[in-house]
């Protein structure tokens, strides 16, 4: 601390000089011969007077060589670069050299803070003092994997004596540019013990680090959040696994989803609304990544649950702005879930018992150290809580229910620097809720991701497969007894690569997609069904992308990501398309001519150029500005004319008469850390402009429509809003409380009324909902219970409704609204869980969790679907089907082993 | 033997849940408006007089359909030849014409309407396209269970369904308005009025018949006809039913269902008419019968599509005043089929006597229809 108050009292009072003509421009020209530098010092003392104030052994081993400078300025300039010494000037003749000494103060109180948090502290030393050389910075690479499973820690915080920050890439692996000399590096992930290497650097080197899980809730279960909340990207969130199993869950299920949609600026229409909303997005525009291949429907059981089984998830980032140029294809968000390595030392597995499903993941080495195995599989036991349901709307007690996922995951280290991932997965539906339809969908995925280390910068991961969502609708009426069919195949290449170099930090790479589309066949099943049989001609298309990007940070407090994606989009045979007569609206009675397209003959090709930038500026270590932007083009589009997303809703490519959409967004964003990053909080307003939405025509008709673009048009969209949110990180009880305020409209004004909708004027989206707010917490009782909860309020959608009605040919009709001019009542829900722990101890057989939860505390009637029925005369009335209209407990039991 | 346990945790716990699911009806804040306008006409390729009909809107509160006719309109109906008739009206918001202007194929039609306070509406010009035939109405009998909250019980239909010929014109905008007719006779002198105690027969005038003064009112006696015995009641269909495109081959419709014929002791006490208009369509016409298609279909679903403002082709021309309806022109070629008792595959009940006049009975007219047989 002295050394230091030296430093900064000498820098004040010296500070001002820089005056021409001082004894810096004395010229070394004359000096022809190599000799120490405290010499060359002594020498030019003598000769013109000047004064050198300095300590010898900082400077005694430097040489100076004739001709590298010309004057003494330079010759210090040159001799301090990169270390810590620096020089200023107590008068013209006057100069005094200082060693700052903020690099060791910080290291020195790192390890202080450490040793009294009882932290385990490692000493590593890279190179010897001997090899330092002045002016060189040193390099030092590493990689962070997990002790049991040996995956790569992606994420995880690295701080560098508090000062420098950074995190591990996609594949665990991080790079630190620094000047040489002694630092404490901490590695933090959150239920991983914390990590801190005493460090001292003199040359290039490595440092790999394994991190263990600790086997209880810590409070560390928010670190991430804390410790990113001022560094972490803006618009991103990375959800942890803990913190999904340790919410409220619905049926006793923890959810993916279901933790998304508490997260700022995201809402879902309703209850159990399948998919979620973004930034005033539509559902559509969420790319579900999972290990790297799309996900078409990501829903079980109407949409109360999600089809991933958290159990089997290693980590899940979510991007709602700023988004990197790795990704595209969708406008507003992604969601990108990575599975979980099986384990290469030994067998475990984890069993969950729920209210109506229940799962069991196995996982271990088929070859100790080489080769894994992890096997997941979840499904519902039997119908029995559908059946249990006790409505007055007698279509209801027909319904069924059923669903499953399973997966299975095989990993092989060929060596250190090459790992080959084989994922299969598989996800069915079925359920009826009324009268005599069947819906069934299912998700199908097999893909292999090679991960290697070509050397200590460069890594590459390469990505192949096949991805398969289908849905079936099934009549069983005996005079309409019939199935639709629907299914989207898509192929997927990927190759992305990720650089390490200095300050930069680079990925690059290639995406290939193939759609193929069968929009629908739809044909009798009984010999006596009135049902036609129609099949619709398949829709083939490749998307195509390359893309960079560099994020550089010029200094601690400076860092910037740019990034550009260059999507290509090619929608080509065999297919039949309309052509319709010039100038007039796209109609079928202006068809003019079919064009028929041969195999593999393009039909149309879009182009997109997708400039992404993010910048952070730390304004101070606790509180940083950050700004984003991106444009993504989206060329499959999700055709739908209900708010959310059904089974029956159609995927359209982009082709001869849609247009991609693209989206334009920019947020900016203040965070800050108050008391040692106990509370934090943030704003973040964003604008988001969405050309080429596309919405549907007054009483458009969807499915097996052979010429969709009569009843489709295209329009733009716009959004804004600010999302802000409080958290507390730290104490016995911690959350988060989250108010987002945003709008979301469309307008279509097309050159005839027919091709308007809402005669050509703004309207609300169909999920505008200004006001929403989320608060989650999470209370220690004891050291193994906890209560939580979450509270969720949302304004309700805009809706059309009748608003009179009027007689016509002797029936009555009725007169509905503009579109969406009118709302729904608001939705809001409590949910509160408490959490029995297991035993803490570290050697034990098993760990057990208990989670008993209330879903819907206090039984508010939120709507899953809006419907207006007459009453024979009169305006019809608007109803609500609440699917749960009571609190609803239950309880699940999660077994570790 | 611990998993067993965890089981029976749960299962107890399960019972504690109820889960209740319900239907409930929103209330909307909706600002007191204005009725809107109803225009409802027609001109066909048969001769006149045809009919427009003009009323104002149910109020939101409202729970009758009844109509609320506006009277003292001019109305005047244009061709694309430059010629013109007026409208007369007939009833309380019924006007028609005299005969002087006859819809013919290929030519065009509008009306205008003028209120008594001067605000003055068109509909947009419509042609008259030609249109095909009906060519064979079939009948298919069906019975189904429906399960209700207080039982089963049975449901017995004929579903009808025709073929077509689809007509020379590429327009294949066809309706097919579906009409079931059959007659019912009830009893009006047999009607009685209860007191506390005791019931006194109280004939309808309309009977024919009256009570005898004399002898304590317990004799009738016929004075005259009886003009409410026999109705003809008129089943409309609830849902237009048009042309859908991939049912059409080689110019003929095949297997179109059309509507249904519920199997009672009423609509089968004599026989059942089915009348089916084929009608061709402008596509704006299509286009207002498609939203009230849309409409009528997506009001049983619980997945309902977001339904649309059905507007029509009546725009106001000095004022804002809000105005819906369709004036259309149609080719129209009707069929006719009897369904008789005998197409029953089991013997219907004869219905109940109804000591009432026909005339209660919903939808119901004491006219005979002129195609009756």
């Not at chain 2, 049912?247 to 059309?258: E, R, W």
Request: net charge neutral; with cysteine; charged share 20%.
């Amino acid at each position: 601390m002295l050394l230091r108050k030296i430093f900064w009292l000498v820098l004040l009072c010296f500070a001002s000089i820089a005056r021409a003509q001082t004894i810096l421009d004395a010229p070394l020209d004359s000096i022809t011969e190599s000799k120490p530098f405290t010499t060359l010092l002594d020498e030019i003392a003598l000769k013109s007077g000047a004064r050198f104030f300095f300590r010898k052994e900082w400077i005694q081993d430097l040489n100076y060589e004739p001709g590298q400078v010309k004057t003494l300025g330079e010759a210090l300039n040159l001799f301090f670069r990169g270390t810590d010494l620096r020089h200023f000037m107590m008068d013209p003749f006057a100069v005094v050299i200082v060693k700052d000494p903020t690099g060791e103060i910080l290291h020195e109180k790192a390890i202080q803070e450490a040793v009294r948090q009882q932290k385990k502290i490692v000493s590593y030393q890279i190179g010897q003092p001997r090899d330092f050389k002045r002016g060189q910075q040193v390099k030092v690479n590493g990689r962070v994997t997990d002790v049991k499973t040996k995956s790569p820690m992606v994420g995880t915080y690295i701080s560098v004596s508090n000062d420098q920050f950074t995190t591990t890439n996609n594949d665990g692996r991080f790079s630190l540019t620094l000047t040489p000399g002694v630092y404490a590096l901490s590695f933090s992930f959150i239920n991983y013990e914390d990590k801190i290497i005493d460090l001292s650097v003199y040359a290039n080197g490595d440092i790999n680090l394994e991190m263990e899980e600790v086997p209880i809730l810590l409070d560390e279960l928010v670190v991430r959040d804390r410790a990113e909340l001022t560094t972490q990207g803006i618009g991103f969130t990375q959800l942890t696994m803990q913190d999904v199993k340790h919410a409220p869950a619905t049926f006793g299920q923890p959810d993916i989803i279901k933790r998304v949609q508490m997260l700022p600026g995201v809402t879902t229409v309703g209850e159990a609304a399948l998919g979620f909303n973004v930034r005033g997005g539509s559902v559509d525009q969420n790319l579900i990544l999972h290990d790297g291949m799309p996900i078409f429907n990501s829903a079980h059981a109407f949409g109360f649950l999600s089809s991933f089984n958290p159990e089997s998830v290693r980590d899940v980032s979510f991007y709602r702005g700023g988004i990197p140029a790795m990704y595209g294809g969708r406008a507003s968000s992604v969601l990108d879930i990575s599975t979980k390595d099986g384990s290469y030392e030994k067998w475990s597995g984890n069993a969950g018992i729920g209210m109506i499903t229940s799962n069991l993941l196995l996982d271990g080495p088929i070859q100790k150290d080489k080769t894994s195995m992890m096997v997941s599989v979840r499904s519902t036991y039997s119908n029995w809580l559908v059946h249990s349901v006790k409505t007055d709307y007698a279509d209801l007690s027909k319904s069924n229910v059923s669903f499953y996922d399973a997966m299975l995951k095989l990993t092989h280290k060929f060596s250190d620097r090459t790992k080959v991932a084989f994922t299969g997965y598989s996800s069915q539906d079925s359920f009826r809720l009324t009268g005599d339809t069947t819906y069934q969908w299912s998700n199908a995925q097999a893909s292999v991701t090679v991960d290697h280390q070509f050397n200590s910068s460069l890594a590459g991961q390469f990505v192949g497969g096949v991805s398969s969502y289908g849905y079936q609708i099934k009549d069983s009426d005996s005079l309409t007894q019939s199935q639709l069919s629907y299914r989207i195949t898509s192929s997927v290449l990927k190759a992305g690569f990720h650089y390490l170099k200095d300050r930069h930090k680079i990925n690059f790479g290639w995406q290939l997609m193939h759609y193929q589309f069968d929009p629908g066949t739809f044909k009798p099943t009984s010999p006596i069904s009135n049902a036609k049989y129609v099949s619709m001609d398949k829709q083939y298309s490749i998307e195509n992308a390359f893309y960079v990007s560099d994020a550089y940070s010029f200094n601690e407090k400076f860092l910037i990501e740019g990034g550009l994606r260059i999507p290509t989009f090619i929608s080509f045979g065999p297919a039949s398309v309309y052509k319709y007569k010039a100038g007039l609206p796209l109609d079928v009675l202006n068809i003019q001519d079919t064009v028929r397209y041969k195999t593999g003959q393009p039909i149309k090709t879009y182009f997109g150029i997708e400039p992404r930038l993010s910048f952070r500026w730390m304004i101070d270590p606790n509180s940083s500005i950050k700004i984003g932007y991106n444009r993504i083009y989206q060329f499959l589009h999700l055709i739908s004319n209900t708010t959310a997303v059904t089974p029956t809703d159609i995927w359209q490519p982009s082709g001869y008469y849609f247009k991609p959409q693209h989206a334009d967004q920019i947020s900016i964003g203040y965070f800050r850390d108050f008391r040692e990053k106990k509370y934090g909080i943030s704003a973040e307003p964003f604008y988001k402009s969405i050309k080429n939405i596309l919405d549907f025509k007054d009483a458009a008709q969807l499915i097996l429509n052979r010429h969709l673009e009569t009843d489709l048009l295209q329009g733009k969209g716009w959004s804004y809003g600010i999302e802000t949110s409080i958290s507390k990180n730290t104490g016995r009880i911690t959350g988060s409380l989250n108010y987002t305020f945003s709008r979301s409209f469309r307008q279509v004004a097309g050159p005839t009324a027919s091709e308007s909708i809402n005669n050509g004027n703004p309207y609300p989206a169909s999920f505008d909902q200004p006001h929403i707010m989320n608060l989650t917490w999470r209370y220690k009782i004891t050291r193994r219970y906890y209560f939580t909860g979450n509270f969720t309020y949302h304004t309700g959608r805009p809706v059309t409704i009748p608003v009179s009605a009027f007689a016509f040919e002797n029936t009555t009709i009725a007169y509905f609204s503009g579109r969406n001019q009118y709302r729904i009542p608001d939705y809001h829900r409590l949910d509160i869980a408490v959490v029995f722990e297991g035993n803490h101890r570290r050697k034990k057989r098993g760990e057990g969790i208990w989670i008993l939860s209330i879903y819907n505390v206090y039984g508010r009637k939120n709507p899953y679907s809006i419907f207006f029925k007459g009453t024979g005369s009169g305006v019809p009335q608007a109803y609500q089907l609440s699917i749960l209209g009571s609190a609803l407990p239950s309880i699940s039991y999660n077994f570790r082993f | 033997m611990k998993g067993r346990k965890i089981f029976s945790v749960i299962k107890k716990i399960s019972m504690l849940v109820l889960v209740t699911a319900c239907v409930d009806k929103i209330d909307f804040d909706i600002p007191n408006t204005d009725p809107l306008i109803v225009v409802e006409g027609m001109i066909t390729s048969d001769p006149g007089p045809y009919t427009v009909r003009v009323s104002r809107s149910i109020g939101f509160d409202s729970d009758s359909s009844f109509r609320d006719p506006i009277e003292a309109m001019k109305i005047k109906l244009f061709d694309d030849q430059g010629n013109q008739e007026d409208f007369t009206e007939t009833k309380p918001g019924v006007y028609s014409t005299g005969g002087a202007i006859a819809g013919a194929v290929g030519h065009s039609y509008h009306i205008r309407l003028e209120t008594s306070d001067g605000k003055i509406f068109e509909s947009q010009p419509d042609t008259l396209h030609a249109v095909g035939e009906v060519t064979n109405v079939k009948h298919a009998y069906q019975h189904e269970v429906l399960h209700k909250n207080y039982g089963d019980i049975d449901n017995n239909f004929f579903n009808i369904s025709i073929d077509a010929d689809a007509g020379t014109e590429s327009n294949n905008y066809v309706r097919w308005k579906f009409t079931g007719i059959y007659k019912m006779v009830t009893r009006p002198e047999l009607h009685e009025t209860f007191l506390t105690a005791s019931s006194y027969k109280t004939p309808l005038p309309c009977s024919g018949w009256e009570v005898l003064p004399a002898l304590g009112g317990g004799l009738l006696s016929q004075f005259g006809e009886c003009t409410c015995c026999v109705c003809w009641i008129y089943d409309y269909e609830s849902t237009p039913h048009l042309s859908d495109e991939q049912l059409v081959v080689n110019h003929a419709f095949k297997d179109v269902p059309v509507g249904t014929v519920s199997i009672n002791s009423y609509t089968f006490s004599d026989k059942y008419l089915i009348r089916i208009d084929q009608m061709s369509l402008s596509k704006s016409a299509f286009r207002f019968f498609n939203l009230l298609r849309a409409q009528r279909e997506g009001a049983s679903s619980l997945f309902q599509p977001p339904s649309a403002q059905i507007t029509g082709n009546i725009t106001p021309i000095n004022s804002n005043e809000k105005v819906v309806g369709l004036f259309w022109a149609s080719s129209v070629n009707t069929k006719l089929t009897y369904l008789l008792p005998s197409d029953i595959p089991y013997l219907v009940p004869p219905p109940e006597e109804i000591d009432d006049t026909c005339r209660v009975l919903h939808n119901s007219t004491t006219e005979q229809p002129s195609f009756w047989q």
